[in-house]
């Protein structure tokens, strides 16, 4: 079940639709891309809302109004029908910027971030990954997007396919029993490299392994152990 969080009307989001009256559309365009200009923020997480609680930490701390955020909730990078994003990219304007702390909370295919990048060249809208932003509408931006998008499509492919490597080996040994699959220690150790980076939630690691939360949980501690002396 999807939760959206809409954002509260303030007085952040009401000059944001004040700018879209007339005077401001027979403004001067450099007049008022100067003038209303906004940072629009998307968060996503699949199952944990710390993980959200902190996504939004992370956009307000690169400016984005806390009433300027839109979310998704219980629902995966890999599904398109997310209402909190298309609410998002109705409500960026011209000059705007679509924040998001990472590009695989925006889109975990290429496809579909090269869908999202064309939506936002035609709203002259750029997109901030962080603390770097990209314009779609320049050559060099979209081709260092292009490059992201697709690291971010490998990566999540090359750990689906290592996931059922293990699932494979466990059947063929009897060891898989259940709905719930054990890593393998291959993968073991791979979620756990994968989280001593700090870039990876307990949801991203429970999504991109096709596992439970406490069986990641469980998965580091048993890998603590082990490094342990």
Same mark, same amino acid.
């Given at each position: 079940?999807?939760?959206? /969080?809409?954002?509260?009307?303030?007085?952040?989001?009401?000059?944001?639709?004040?700018? /879209?009256?007339?005077?401001?559309?027979?403004?001067?365009?450099?007049? /008022?891309?100067?003038?209303?200009?906004?940072?629009?923020? $998307?968060?996503?997480?699949?199952?944990?809302?710390?993980?959200?609680?902190?996504?939004?930490?992370?956009?307000?701390?690169?400016?984005?109004?806390?009433?300027?955020? $839109?979310?998704?909730?219980?629902?995966? =990078?890999? !599904?398109? @029908?997310? #209402?909190?994003?298309?609410?998002?990219?109705?409500?960026?304007?011209?000059?705007?910027? &679509?924040?998001?702390?990472?590009?695989?909370? &925006?889109?975990?295919?290429? #496809?579909?971030?090269?869908?999202? *990048?064309?939506?936002?060249?035609?709203?002259?809208?750029?997109? @901030?990954?962080?603390?770097?932003?990209?314009?779609?509408?320049? #050559?060099?931006?979209?081709?260092?997007? !292009?490059? &992201?998008?697709?690291?971010?499509?490998?990566?999540?492919?090359?750990?689906?396919?290592?996931?059922?490597?293990?699932? @494979?080996?466990?059947? *063929?040994?009897?060891?898989?029993?259940?709905?719930?699959?054990?890593?393998?220690?291959?993968?073991?150790?791979?979620? @756990?490299?994968?989280?001593?980076? =700090?870039?990876?939630?307990?949801?991203?690691?429970?999504? &991109?392994?096709?596992?439970?939360?406490?069986?990641? $949980?469980?998965?580091?501690?048993?890998?603590?152990?082990?490094?342990?002396?």
């Amino acid at each position: 079940m999807s939760e959206i /969080t809409r954002p509260t009307m303030s007085a952040a989001r009401l000059s944001h639709i004040a700018s /879209t009256n007339s005077f401001a559309k027979e403004a001067p365009y450099s007049y /008022t891309q100067a003038m209303t200009a906004t940072k629009i923020g $998307y968060a996503r997480c699949s199952t944990d809302k710390q993980d959200l609680t902190a996504q939004r930490q992370a956009l307000t701390d690169l400016g984005v109004s806390e009433d300027l955020i $839109y979310t998704d909730h219980g629902l995966t =990078g890999a !599904n398109r @029908a997310r #209402p909190g994003l298309d609410q998002a990219l109705a409500a960026v304007r011209d000059g705007d910027t &679509l924040v998001v702390s990472k590009l695989d909370r &925006l889109a975990r295919s290429v #496809p579909d971030a090269r869908t999202i *990048a064309d939506q936002l060249e035609a709203k002259g809208v750029k997109l @901030a990954l962080g603390g770097s932003v990209y314009d779609p509408a320049d #050559p060099m931006g979209k081709m260092f997007f !292009n490059i &992201l998008a697709t690291f971010a499509e490998f990566e999540a492919d090359l750990i689906r396919m290592r996931t059922r490597e293990g699932m @494979a080996i466990a059947r *063929a040994k009897g060891k898989l029993r259940g709905k719930q699959p054990k890593l393998s220690d291959k993968q073991q150790k791979e979620l @756990a490299r994968m989280h001593a980076t =700090g870039e990876y939630s307990i949801s991203d690691l429970a999504e &991109l392994f096709s596992v439970s939360r406490p069986t990641v $949980y469980r998965t580091l501690q048993r890998t603590e152990r082990q490094i342990s002396p």
